[in-house]
């Protein structure tokens, strides 16, 4: 009878490649972010994006670049130059300024305002929409009503009202924009959390004890957000309207400080003889605000689509 032979365990340098274990690479979080922007790689959003990137560092790197004089420091020996004259590529104004100065600092005005007062309404607004969307037995329906109240009344006028009442100043152009943003991303807000507060993840939270402001802050925002910024990509092109309007009525942000709005205008008289003074921060500001409502709809059916 023939012994049975026991079998043996290949050594490490028998064994094939491909029954060794190969270590799982953590991917770390920078990794990640750009595995999620890759998925927007499409042209209606990369184009757009890129505009409104390139409308920035103009606003706010070309004055160092080009090493452009300060606003307001022009000389009347250089009045009203025309496009191409020497050490002015477009021009100087009325008061010896130098237009592509003007146009770099009045677009970091703009800017900063719209920013300023869209962050404004965003924070104030979504903190009150989850607000209502979460308590909707008392808290909700007066801050709703509160919010209705707001909305009724034209964007525009009561911008105006706020800052004629405020007088004209940079903040206060940024408060009165501000506030009337703030309906918006409430009701925006309201009606996200609406539908995010009656899913099971928020039911098994509350169940276990978790805290209404946890739960806000760690379920339902997170699940809002992504419409909540594309609102306010549309209501950063409504707040670079208003302070055009504010400025250009001298309710906004006051000379000698440039800002796109108040620039049109001061130039409004010279649309005959010289009209680069108006269509040129004119055409920023539309292309600002096309680009930024192309990039929220973009967004917005790339989101849909998934």
Known sequence: MSAVKTPTLPTPSQRSPRTRAIPLRRE????MWWYRLRRYRRPGIIIPGAILLLIVLFSFLGPIVLNSPKPGTGDLSD????????????GTNAFGNDTLSQLMYGGQTTLIVAVCATALGLVAGTALGMIAGYYQRIAGPVIMRVLDVIFAFPDIILAIAIAAYLGPSMV??????????????????????????????VVAARSSGSS??????????????GRVFAYGLVAFGYAMMAEAALSYL?????????????????????????????????????????CANLFSDAIQEKRAAE
């Not at 209404?212 to 957000?225: E, F, G, Q, Y």
């Not at 108040?262 to 605000?289: D, K, R």
């Open 212 to 225: 209404a402001l946890r739960i806000l802050v760690t379920h339902v925002w997170p699940n809002i957000a």
């Open 172 to 201: 206060n152009a940024i408060w009165a924009i501000g506030f009337f943003s703030v309906a918006g991303f409430g009701r925006i807000a309201r009606a996200q959390a609406l539908r995010v507060v009656h899913m099971d993840f």
């Open 79 to 90: 009045y009203m130059l025309p496009p191409g004259s020497p050490g002015h590529l477009l």
């Open 28 to 31: 770390g979080p920078a990794r």
């Open 250 to 290: 001298g309710l906004g942000v006051p000379l000698p400080t440039p800002s796109w709005g108040n620039i049109i205008g001061t130039n409004q008289a010279y649309i005959s003889t010289a009209p680069q003074l108006l269509y040129l921060p004119a055409l920023c500001m539309f292309a600002t605000i096309a």
